[in-house]
């Protein structure tokens, strides 16, 4: 393996409308030494276009899992199949330029201990609001004015935003500090790995931050569309293991029912929501 440079991770699953697209500008991409795909038991077409990749460049391999163990456990399992000093982790439906990751790491480079986010945007160049993101604290939504959003405002004035989160879509950070926090917490299946990272991360001194100059096209949710309430279901899951592991044991039992029914309550409507824009994306397609 090649010690030096980013190894970038990407997770699939049935992500065959993405893929080839995403492996294309991750080869072009400047500063990559290795590229390692770790797929969660596709049953479409994804595996074969991985494999087209892999035949005609040698910095891509692949683990075919039989089964989907969940996106945190297959991150650390593309992590511990590399070696570069470098780690960027990129979805399967992230497009990202040729100079993305070398400009992320323009920014990394000089902080040292650093977890980084990039601009993301969507085919209409309407921003993610999972990229800048506060912390989830649960507790506070159970007062006025009953605030559930945690996206943070783009500082147009700023190249590099600190935040307390940004998103799992694509983020880059050295080897040593993703060791140092042990990876992404495998007991999140999928959806709020990102933040519990991150919070760790900064619990360890490391900065967290979003490159607002850095723009990447998101093409989000494009694997979830025919499973809306898998999604959602550990979506919820999710949350309520970040509040028990982050919150719970500075309160008491009344405000950890109160948090549990705000969690689950939501989660019925939520998968409403992902299924009907299930359906409609489907339509428009």
């Not at 390692?36 to 494999?51: I, Y």
């Not at 912390?135 to 307390?164: E, G, I, N, Y």
């Not at 967290?208 to 723009?215: E, K, P, T």
Request: charged fraction near 25%; charge should be positive.
């Amino acid at each position: 393996m090649n010690g030096g440079g980013i190894a970038v991770i990407v997770v699939s699953c049935n992500s065959e409308e993405t893929i080839d697209e995403c492996l294309t500008r991750l080869r072009a991409a400047a500063g990559v030494s290795e590229i390692r795909v770790v797929d969660n038991a596709s049953t479409d077409s994804t595996l074969e276009h991985v494999q087209r990749h892999a035949l005609r460049d040698r910095r891509l391999r692949f683990i075919a899992n039989p089964d989907n163990p969940g996106f945190a456990v297959a991150c650390n399992q593309g992590a511990r199949a590399s070696d570069a000093p470098w780690l960027a982790f990129v979805n399967p439906d992230c497009f990202l330029d040729t100079d993305s990751l070398l400009r992320l790491l323009a920014h990394a480079e000089p902080a040292g201990q650093a977890l980084l986010g990039a601009n993301l945007v969507n085919e209409a160049g309407v921003p993610d609001v999972a990229a800048r993101r506060r912390d989830a604290v649960f507790s506070a939504m159970l007062r006025p004015p009953w605030r559930t959003s945690l996206a943070v405002p783009a500082d147009a004035a700023l190249a590099l935003q600190r935040v307390d989160a940004v998103s799992g879509a694509l983020l880059l950070l050295p080897r040593a500090l993703f060791l140092r926090i042990d990876g992404f917490d495998e007991g999140y299946r999928l959806h709020v790995e990102d933040l519990d990272l991150c919070r760790r991360a900064r619990a360890a001194g490391a900065m967290v931050a979003c490159a607002n100059d850095v723009r990447v096209l998101h093409v989000r949710g494009v694997s979830s569309r025919s499973r809306p309430v898998f999604v959602e279901w550990h979506k919820h899951r999710g949350l309520w293991r970040y509040f028990r592991k982050f919150e719970a044991a500075g309160h008491g039992f009344a405000v950890r029912a109160a948090v549990f029914v705000l969690i689950w309550a939501r989660c019925p409507l939520a998968i409403l929501r992902a299924a009907v824009g299930a359906r409609g994306a489907t339509g428009a397609e």
